[in-house]
């Protein structure tokens, strides 16, 4: 059996009780985001937890801002200005999206998006972050020459596509294939 941790250098802080609820939201929901499993997936007492957070309601408000950071943090990468062509940007977070390199992100995207659908606060979040990378990539659609309303629309079916095709069951070597991803990438970026 494991031991439990006891001296200071060993006692988890936020940041580890947050990164092992966002690993339990992936694997089974936000129903598997709970004080008792974390704590002993941590191999730690609940006590260590009520340290750290008020209770499970303030450990996922926390969740929440801690994944919408990373988010905000991940698209500045994605989409700022490193000398590359807009278009190239463009087709690089396609890439991104595409490669799936990412599986437990984009199960906990799913997880925060289907918890969205029952709260207000995540639903919040979960907006805010939306409406960043819309912003974001009708910024790289007007840089292409879109109009504004072009550029958003465009902007729209792009994310609506990166999203929608990880819903789908369709077999991932369609999605390699070259031919298809460059046609895929036209009809989206159009350049």
Same mark, same amino acid.
């Given at each position: 059996m494991?031991?439990?941790?006891?001296?200071?250098?060993?006692?988890?802080?936020?940041?580890?009780? #947050? @990164?092992?609820?966002l690993?339990r939201?992936?694997?089974?929901?936000?129903?598997?985001?709970?004080?008792?499993?974390?704590?002993?997936?941590l191999?730690?007492?609940?006590g260590s937890?009520?340290?750290?957070?008020?209770?499970r309601? +303030?450990?996922? +408000?926390?969740?929440? +801002?801690?994944?919408?950071?990373?988010?905000?943090?991940?698209?500045?990468?994605?989409?700022?200005?490193?000398?590359?062509?807009?278009?190239? &940007?463009?087709r &690089? #977070?396609?890439?991104?999206?595409? +490669?799936?390199?990412?599986?437990?992100?984009?199960?906990?995207?799913?997880? #925060?998006r289907?918890?969205?659908?029952?709260?207000?606060?995540?639903?919040k979040?979960?907006? @805010?972050?939306?409406?960043e990378?819309?912003?974001?990539?009708?910024?790289?659609?007007?840089?292409?020459?879109?109009e504004?309303?072009d550029?958003?629309?465009?902007?729209?079916?792009?994310?609506?596509?990166?999203?929608?095709?990880?819903?789908?069951?369709?077999?991932?070597?369609?999605?390699?294939?070259?031919?298809?991803?460059?046609?895929?990438?036209?009809?989206? #970026?159009?350049?």
């Open positions: 494991p031991r439990k941790r006891t001296n200071v250098s060993e006692r988890l802080g936020r940041a580890e009780w #947050i @990164e092992a609820a690993g939201l992936a694997q089974g929901g936000l129903d598997e985001v709970r004080v008792e499993v974390l704590a002993k997936e191999n730690v007492t609940k937890f009520y340290w750290h957070f008020r209770d309601s +303030d450990l996922l +408000d926390q969740l929440l +801002d801690s994944w919408r950071d990373g988010r905000l943090l991940s698209l500045s990468g994605q989409v700022g200005d490193n000398g590359e062509a807009p278009d190239v &940007r463009l &690089r #977070i396609l890439d991104v999206y595409l +490669d799936r390199a990412n599986p437990r992100g984009m199960a906990i995207e799913m997880a #925060i289907d918890w969205a659908r029952r709260d207000l606060i995540a639903r979040r979960v907006r @805010e972050i939306d409406a990378r819309l912003r974001l990539v009708t910024g790289l659609f007007a840089q292409l020459g879109y504004t309303n550029a958003s629309t465009r902007a729209l079916a792009y994310y609506s596509f990166i999203f929608g095709q990880g819903l789908l069951a369709i077999p991932k070597s369609s999605l390699e294939n070259g031919r298809n991803r460059a046609s895929i990438a036209a009809m989206l #970026i159009g350049k």
